[in-house]
């Protein structure tokens, strides 16, 4: 049974950092193409950072420099280090993994920046 269990949101001041982790299982972990999204209240869901099976990264221009994507291969799990967090990074964040025709994803995990 493929799961995708992201853990680590919760409220902190702009200019905070929080660090989210996805445990992955029921798939092979190493295969795929890794990713965090988001979606704010009334947003369309949007791709923030990706990890590919090689090892390249990618993020979505508003988070370049800010946010980190790792990932353990050992531990199936992938993680997202955010820093210096913004009001406008307020959403749910979900984990995605993906190959081909096959893209699963986790429950989500709530993200609020906030004073």
């Known amino acids: 049974q493929v799961q995708l269990v992201e853990s680590g949101g919760g409220l902190v001041q702009p200019g905070g950092s929080l660090r989210l982790s996805c445990a992955a299982s029921g798939f092979t972990f190493s295969s795929y193409a890794m990713s965090w999204f988001r979606q704010a209240p009334g947003k369309e869901r949007e791709l923030v950072a990706v990890?590919?099976?090689?090892?390249?990264?990618n993020y979505e221009d508003s988070v370049r420099g800010r946010f980190t994507i790792s990932r353990d291969i050992d531990k199936n799990t992938v993680s997202l280090q955010m820093n210096s967090l913004r009001p406008e990074d307020t959403a749910v964040y979900y984990c995605?993994?993906?190959?081909?025709?096959?893209?699963?994803w986790g429950q989500g995990t709530q993200v609020t920046v906030s004073s």
């Open positions: 995605n993994g993906l190959r081909g025709p096959y893209s699963y």
């Open positions: 990890i590919t099976p090689s090892g390249t990264t």
